[in-house]
T-cell receptor, first 115, second 115 residues
Framework: DGGITQSPKYLFRKEGQNVTLSCEQNLNHDAMYWYRQDPGQGLRLIYYSQIVNDFQKGDIAEGYSVSREKKESFPLTVTSAQKNPTAFYLC??????????????FGPGTRLTVT | AQSVAQPEDQVNVAEGNPLTVKCTYSVSGNPYLFWYVQYPNRGLQFLLKYITGDNLVKGSYGFEAEFNKSQTSFHLKKPSALVSDSALYFC?????????????FGSGTQLTVLP
């Protein structure tokens, strides 16, 4: 899982509550990503950030929000507007465009259950 | 649109036999291709990548992948499977959104190695 930490590993919330998932990296990577994983659907991109104080919507951003105030941190908030929030959430990072390396490095994931 | 497809949801192989996990891609321009592995309730681990050069790419844990441009394929292989290779495998391709460095993932293939 490299130098990326996600907390907590398991998270339980009641429907209607916002919840924030933590993602921290010590790899000095510029870019960070949030994915959602559902069975049989692979990974879908929620939000990504290439640099501090900047982020972009991915394919399924509705009902989610992010911030990037520090290079090493990229928290994801799952809002009450997300209609089906129960899923496994994965955070990833990658080096800057100037580095000849294109793979992403993943954290261990947070399993969110909303009832 | 750039994409990858993993045509098999499930692959079963006996321990000691060779294994192949299939991936086909659709990209404009030169493809940057990746394989990742995921163990239960864990993040994704990078196995190998093809950027340019030799069509046979060697990666972690004895895995290799063959890039075939004419068949637009990037199949993952291992000469002799281990029970511990049982996991979920994802193929991915670099995609572009402006200058952002993103990966698009296939739906995953569950590999089961039978003792």
């Amino acid at each position: 899982d490299g130098g990326i930490t996600q907390s907590p590993k398991y998270l339980f919330r009641k429907e209607g509550q916002n919840v924030t998932l933590s993602c921290e990296q010590n790899l000095n990577h510029d870019a960070m990503y949030w994915y959602r994983q559902d069975p049989g659907q692979g990974l879908r991109l929620i939000y990504y950030s290439q640099i501090v104080n900047d982020f972009q919507k991915g394919d399924i951003a509705e009902g989610y929000s992010v911030s990037r105030e520090k290079k090493e941190s990229f928290p994801l908030t799952v809002t009450s507007a997300q209609k089906n929030p129960t899923a496994f959430y994965l955070c990833a990072s990658s080096p800057s465009e100037t580095v000849d390396s294109y793979e992403q490095y993943f954290g261990p994931g947070t399993r969110l259950t909303v009832t | 649109a750039q994409s990858v497809a993993q045509p098999e949801d499930q692959v079963n192989v006996a321990e000691g036999n060779p294994l192949t996990v299939k991936c086909t891609y659709s990209v404009s321009g030169n493809p940057y291709l990746f394989w990742y592995v995921q163990y239960p309730n864990r993040g994704l681990q990078f196995l190998l990548k093809y950027i340019t050069g030799d069509n046979l790419v060697k990666g972690s844990y004895g895995f290799e992948a063959e890039f075939n441009k004419s068949q637009t394929s990037f199949h993952l292989k291992k000469p002799s499977a281990l029970v511990s290779d049982s996991a979920l495998y994802f193929c991915a391709v670099r995609t572009f959104s402006g200058s952002a460095r993103q990966l698009t993932f296939g739906s995953g293939t569950q590999l089961t190695v039978l003792p």
